[in-house]
């Protein structure tokens, strides 16, 4: 039978408390979060969007989990379902999604769902929905960050590309990594916007380490992992100070890694 598959607890810092959450309310139908995406929002909460369900396909919902409260709310869902979406939080405080795949056949094949979608916070609903990319460039996962220049970069597989927010409209450049292997699911790497430097306060650098054989199409045992890292440097006005913009190798990892998590410490 369909189960509502939604684990969730959270973890007080301070006293090390962990605290169980009540699941999201089963309407229509009980909820599987699974390869879900998500992105805090500027007032505190959790933003939570698709999922997948063996029974049902890939989920059209939209939750956001309050932290105040220690409960889910349920919003009006997307027009096509999501699995294995990303979500990113926007300067404006509005939430970004892109990718997922809209449908999975049993034999493997998967259609990406090629628009993107706006929710606002303050309404508590999509507002707007849009092309966005094809499905030969958009993988599931891919990563997305915010620049201060106010392009989204994009990466899927081993390209990336620049999303101008302000016309909503992609920039003409395509930059591909150095390494073949794809960053992006099922090939999971990893990918995190670097601090700006004091001496170069427009250089903006992203560092993408790890991922799969850009050769397979399925996760399996013959799936070789990467030790490889690069930095992308984005340079819009081509200061002679900075590296062109572009990926360029670095000292690889020791280890190879398949789907590992990079964040910044303090």
């Known amino acids: 039978t369909h189960t509502n598959k939604v684990n969730a607890k959270v973890w007080d810092a301070i006293t090390s408390e962990v ?7 089963a309407f229509p139908k009980p909820r ?31 939750h956001t ?12 869902s997307m027009r096509k379902g999501r699995y294995y979406p990303t979500c990113t939080t926007l300067p404006d405080g ?11 056949f049993l034999f493997g094949i998967i259609l990406i769902n090629t628009s993107y979608e706006i929710f606002d916070p303050q309404k508590n609903r999509l507002t707007y929905k849009a ?26 597989r081993n390209q990336s590309r620049l999303f101008d927010l302000r016309n909503r409209k992609w920039r003409p450049d395509i930059y591909q990594t150095e390494s073949l292997n794809t960053r992006t699911y099922p090939g999971q790497g990893a990918c995190v916007l670097l601090p700006l430097l ?4 427009d250089g903006v650098r992203l560092l993408v380490v790890g991922g799969g ?3 397979k199409t399925n996760i399996d045992e013959n799936v070789q992992a990467t030790n490889t890292a690069e930095f992308f440097t984005y340079n819009p006005d081509s200061a002679p100070t900075l590296p062109p913009t572009g990926w360029r ?12 998590d990079a964040v910044l410490l303090p």
């Open 131 to 156: 092309r966005f990319a094809s499905g030969r460039f958009l993988s599931m996962y891919p990563f997305v960050h915010v620049l201060p220049s106010g392009d989204l970069f994009v990466h899927s």
């Open 32 to 62: 599987n979060l699974f390869c879900s995406g998500h992105c805090f929002l500027p007032d505190g909460r959790l933003l939570v969007v698709g999922g997948n369900d063996w029974y049902w396909g890939p989920h059209y919902d939209v």
């Open 19 to 25: 605290i169980a959450v009540d699941r999201p309310p």
């Open 94 to 104: 509005t939430a970004f999604i892109a990718s997922g795949a809209k449908f999975r």
């Open 198 to 201: 004091p001496d170069q306060p």
């Open 65 to 76: 989990f309050d932290p105040e409260t220690l409960s889910w709310s349920v919003h009006k």
């Open 249 to 260: 190798a670095t000292t690889p990892m020791f280890n190879r890694r398949f789907m590992p």
């Open 213 to 215: 054989d850009e050769t």
